[in-house]
């Protein structure tokens, strides 16, 4: 029963950066690998504010939120617009590549060993069955309301509605007069700072690595094909199945190291099945 | 000073297998691998297996005995096999999709199977890795002489050769011809009756073979294998040699190879390692090959030795029909 | 030769083709107009393996080949043409036609590799008949080149070639002469016409240009929302008050 516990609370932290990548994916049209890595980046900026500079946690928090906005800022200009021309394939390997230099980047820096936070030690309380910290509550809280927030903006604001149209056609939008240039850095914006909270929401709850983020990386891309490319609830739903079912696999103790693997035989049987998703369009992006 | 170098040029020669055979998959037909490091291994671990002898290790108390300390040659037939197998069973469900989903399935794979290797001590010994491999004709040229390290040389510059050559003649074949259509438009190579899942299934499990191979000459070469020597930086450095390179043309291949693998990693070894961080220039290396590899996308797409141009013989006359 | 019965197609909501019948008879040309959206490219593309109609048959010289792939399909002998023209840019005219030949023992892996005097002999066999095409289509000049350097109306001729070289017994051309100058029109006319004499084949050709339709076509079908409104002799069509209707209704 405890592992539904962390199945959910797995599925928790995988919720947020899921949508969001998704929401990256289909504005941007391609997979980008450095995603988790931007995520263990942010957590990593974090590390740097709360315990080598001694700044308190939130405070540390919101300052490398932003910094993460801008570096995903940063990366589009550099990176993948002027790349955009030679198509989806060729940014999936630019994305590859920018993976590394942020991965090589953290372990010049930090090393290799897990890292963590310098906050209060809080005792666990009891919810039913469930033994839960403070702080495993307040991310699953805050993940699944930010999540909800991105549909909010999606639906209701103005941006979103930009971002909607230029994913959905990209010449028909500039056609008809949406600013797809502010949609995309706005894209970029929100989906990175959300994967840098997704990252300090995960060296919370985990534990930091340089290699935390590309292996994140792997259990989103699985959320995300088994919710149906393209499409954001498929894309939480995705994240909470794949959380639940990798976590109860520990049940059996001869499993318990081959997590991902698990997510990766879901992700791999679906794509044998029904390569769309559970949700997803025909058409994938 | 001698078996240094030719240390260095045996294992600069491997790296270029694995190019070769990713240029195969990415340069001829626009396959995105991303799982190298996974072909590499397992590969690396089948010949190492098959090669090694008997070693033992533990598992919850039992005893498990692993190697069978067979020959080298067997070790690269079965090698290029289960790497060429594993291949064709990724490849049936992911080549009819699109090519982003492979490059994500590859990736994937690499890391299983690094898990695995890291998990299953009974059959690879663990994080302990298989020792005692034992070089082609061991009994007469121990593993630390000179003899045995030229006579993998020879071995290992022998399989490239090879596999140059065939990959050359395949891209000038028909074969190829229909690769670089399918790279380039799928859907009109297959409305001119070529089926196309074929040709790339071919073309991915004929990367497999080499890639394997690599692994097995891999295993050989460092007498003792370990899962740490298979993770994705490896796949990611592979394509940075492609890239820089120059992807579709084996010389750039080769080039890239030799000069990533060889002048930059192999020559920023002699760097004073700084105390307490020895991770450091490795990373740094690894950074700038990074960097390097988004540069050169931006500024020279097609790398150092761009594709070359086919140029089919005139015949003769041409009787035309008017 | 060609029959189409009973073809229904959906996507998502919209229905593209609503119980369509068509036949074409051997050696015809036939001509298949209609305003835009009223479902003939997505008819080709049901004939030719990229769609699976929902409902209905299509049959070849007597044999089902409904939900066949494109390359089965053309293996059958039929080809078909894109409305805007797929030329493989990174590769030469030369190249472009060579690779539409059917049965080339080259392209199989060990034989490729080995590269055997039987594939030598094909591919000079092929290279020779390439070039004649070429000539014909007066790209000879150019088949050294890219096929990127390519204007409007060559493109359509080179993939007029590239068809010819698979050596079909039925072509589907959509829109062969668009984008094309009037002398270039001309010359895909009179070479439309040449293939059904010299070679018996048959045709179907999707097409805007009343001029051309009338001129080439034994027989016209006109589609209207996915359906076949009528067919007839080109004197017939004009005629029909159900046919100005549909075109003029839609300002097309």
């Not at chain 2, 290797?117 to 000179?146: D, M, Y």
């Not at chain 2, 990533?260 to 760097?271: A, D, P």
């Amino acid at each position: 029963m405890v592992y539904l516990g962390f199945g959910i609370i797995a599925g928790a932290i995988l919720a947020l950066p899921s949508v969001a990548l998704s929401l990256l994916c289909r504005n941007c049209k391609f997979f980008n690998l450095a995603y988790g890595d931007q995520m263990g980046l942010t957590a990593y900026l974090v590390l740097f504010f709360n315990v080598s500079l001694g700044l308190n946690f939130p405070a540390s928090v919101a300052l490398s939120l932003i910094i993460s906005a801008i570096l995903g800022v940063i990366f589009y200009w550099v990176v993948f617009k002027p790349l955009r021309k030679h198509g989806p394939l060729v940014l999936l390997i630019a994305s590859l590549g920018l993976a590394f230099v942020i991965h090589n980047t953290e372990l010049a820096i930090w090393g290799p060993n897990p890292q963590k936070y310098n906050i209060p030690f809080e005792a666990g309380l009891k919810v039913g069955p469930f033994i839960i910290t403070p702080i495993q509550l307040a991310v699953i809280g805050l993940s699944f309301a930010l999540t909800g927030g991105i549909f909010a903006m999606l639906r209701y604001t103005g941006i979103g509605r930009a971002m909607r149209a230029t994913a959905d056609n990209l010449e028909l939008a500039t056609i008809r007069g949406v600013d797809t240039e502010r949609a995309f850095i706005w894209t970029w914006i929100i989906c990175s700072a959300t994967a840098g909270l997704g990252g300090v929401f995960l060296a919370l709850i985990t534990t930091l690595t340089p290699w935390t983020g590309f292996i994140t990386l792997l259990f989103l891309f699985s959320a995300l094909i088994l919710g149906g490319v393209g499409n954001l609830v498929g894309a939480l739903v995705g994240a909470m199945i794949i959380g639940i079912v990798s976590e109860c696999a520990g049940i059996i103790s001869a499993l318990a190291p081959y997590k991902i693997a698990i997510a990766f035989a879901i992700m791999f049987l679906c794509l044998l099945i029904r390569p769309s998703g559970i949700l997803g369009k025909e058409r994938g992006f | 000073m001698t078996s240094f170098i030719i240390g260095i040029i045996t294992i600069v020669a491997i790296y270029c297998i694995l190019v070769l055979a990713l240029n195969i998959r990415w340069g001829y037909c626009g396959l995105l691998d991303f799982g190298v490091a996974g072909f590499f291994l397992i590969g690396a671990y089948t010949s190492a297996i098959l090669i090694s002898a008997p070693s033992e290790s533990y598992l919850f108390g039992v005893r498990y005995t692993v190697g069978y300390g067979l020959s080298w040659p067997i070790g690269l037939i079965a090698a290029a096999v289960t790497s060429g197998f594993l291949a064709f069973l990724i490849g049936i469900p992911t080549l009819r999709l699109r090519g982003d989903y492979l490059a994500i399935v590859t990736i994937g794979v690499a890391e299983i199977l690094r898990y695995v290797a890291i998990n299953e001590k009974w059959l690879t010994r663990g994080v302990q890795g298989i020792r005692n491999i034992a070089r082609p004709f061991e009994s007469s040229f121990p593993a630390a002489s000179l003899a045995s390290d030229i006579i993998l040389l020879v071995l290992t510059l022998s399989i490239l050769a090879l596999f140059f050559i065939i990959a050359s003649r395949l891209y000038t074949s028909p074969f190829g011809r229909v690769l670089r259509a399918i790279r380039e438009d799928e859907v009109v190579t297959s409305f001119l009756g070529k089926s196309v899942l074929n040709f790339k299934m071919l073309t991915f499990v004929l990367g497999g073979i080499y890639m394997g191979v690599a692994g097995a000459l891999f295993a050989i070469y460092t007498t003792a294998i370990e899962p740490y020597q298979f993770i994705p930086t490896y796949t990611f450095l592979m394509w940075g040699c492609l890239i820089v390179g120059g992807s579709g043309n084996n010389w750039g291949a080769i080039l890239g190879g030799a000069l990533i693998m060889g002048l930059f990693v192999q020559g920023t070894r002699f760097l004073p390692s700084i105390p307490g961080q020895h991770q450091l220039i490795p990373a740094l290396r690894y950074i700038a090959v990074g960097i390097l590899l988004i540069v050169v996308l931006r500024l020279r797409p097609r790398g150092l030795l761009p594709e070359k141009a086919i140029k089919t013989e005139e015949t003769g006359n041409v009787n035309a029909k008017s | 030769m060609l029959k189409a019965e009973g073809i229904v197609k959906d996507f998502g909501g919209l229905r593209a083709i609503n119980h369509c019948f068509i036949e074409v008879e051997k050696g015809s040309i036939v001509g298949l107009i209609g305003p835009n959206g009223a479902g003939k490219t997505s008819l080709f593309n049901v004939i030719t393996g990229m769609y699976k109609p929902d409902a209905g048959r299509v049959t070849f010289k007597g044999e089902d080949i409904t939900g066949l792939r494109p390359d089965q399909i053309c293996l059958k002998g039929i080809t078909r043409t894109f409305q805007i023209s797929r030329e493989l840019k990174v590769m030469t005219l030369l190249e472009n036609i060579m690779l539409g030949f059917k049965d080339q023992r080259g392209e199989n892996i060990v034989r490729g590799i080995l590269n055997p005097v039987s594939v030598k002999e094909q591919e000079k066999r092929n290279l020779e008949r390439s070039l004649e095409i070429l000539e014909a289509m007066k790209l000879y000049e150019l088949r050294n080149e890219s096929a990127a350097i390519l204007s409007g109306g060559q493109r359509k001729m080179l993939e007029l070639g590239q068809a010819l070289a698979t050596g079909p017994e039925m072509l589907l051309l959509d829109e062969p002469t668009a984008g094309a100058t009037a002398g270039e029109t001309a010359m895909v006319v009179s070479f439309i016409r040449r293939m059904r004499e010299e070679q018996g084949l048959t045709i179907l050709i999707v097409e805007h240009k009343m001029e051309v339709i009338m001129g080439i076509c034994d027989k016209i079908i006109v589609m209207s929302y996915g359906e076949k409104l009528m067919e007839g002799s080109a004197e017939e069509v004009r005629q029909n008050e159900q046919v100005r209707e549909a075109y003029l209704g839609r300002g097309a």
